[in-house]
Structures are given as C-alpha cells and as structure tokens.
Nanobody, 115 residues
Framework: VQLVESGGGLVQAGGSLRLSCAAS????????MNWYRQAPGKQRELVAA???????NYADSVKGRFTISRDNAKNTVYLQMNSLKPEDTAVYYC??????????WGQGTQVTVSS
C-alpha cells in the first residue's frame, strides 16, 4: 500500500486543518488506518485510529478536537483537526496496518500551530 498525505500547513491557535491520506495498492488488505505525529525531540505518538469495521480511537490529548474519517470511494482517510494548540505542532504521518504483512507509512506532512 502506498500512502500520500496532504493538508498540513501553518495555522494560528484555535484554528482548523484537515489532513488527507490517499491510499493506493492493496487497499483491500488494510486492517487499521492510523494518524501518528512526531514533534521535535519527542517520540512518535498515535493520534487517531480507524478500524476496518469503523471503530475509532483517539489520544487523550486530541479527544473532542480531532476526528478521523474515511471516504471509501476516494480511498482516502482524513484527520479533521479543530481548536488547534501550539502543542499540536508536529509532523503528521499516515499509517496503514495490514491484515497480513508489514504496514505502510506516508512521507509525513508538517503542521505548525502558532500562538
């Protein structure tokens, strides 16, 4: 599976961004789609997950502000980010967990939230 993220950028605190992750290849074999982020000097952390069956899971730090969703017709997963905070600044990565075999990562997209 190949993943391409888009939608990052610079936004003021309190603003919104929507990230997109377009998937191609063996899409039928995807089990879970995740969004991770990595801030400078910090470990990569799971932000949101969307299972094959439609269940979602969020990091406590983004609950109520971020929403993960998908458009099956476009083979795209989204991360809607509202009420952004400076601490949300990071490179955001899309990740696909496969039913069998190794997962895939996108190239990452930078999100910068100014105070």
């Amino acid at each position: 599976v190949q993943l391409v993220e888009s939608g990052g950028g610079l936004v003021q605190a309190g603003g919104s961004l929507r990230l997109s992750c377009a998937a191609s290849g063996s899409i039928f074999a995807i089990n879970v789609m995740n969004w991770y982020r990595q801030a400078p000097g910090k470990q990569r952390e799971l932000v949101a997950a969307l299972t094959r069956g439609g269940s979602t899971n969020y990091a406590d730090s983004v609950k109520g502000r971020f929403t993960i969703s998908r458009d099956n017709a476009k083979n795209t997963v989204y991360l809607q980010m509202n009420s952004l905070k400076p601490e949300d600044t990071a490179v955001y990565y899309c990740n696909a967990e496969m039913i069998v075999g190794f997962g895939s990562w996108g190239q990452g997209t930078q999100v910068t939230v100014s105070s």
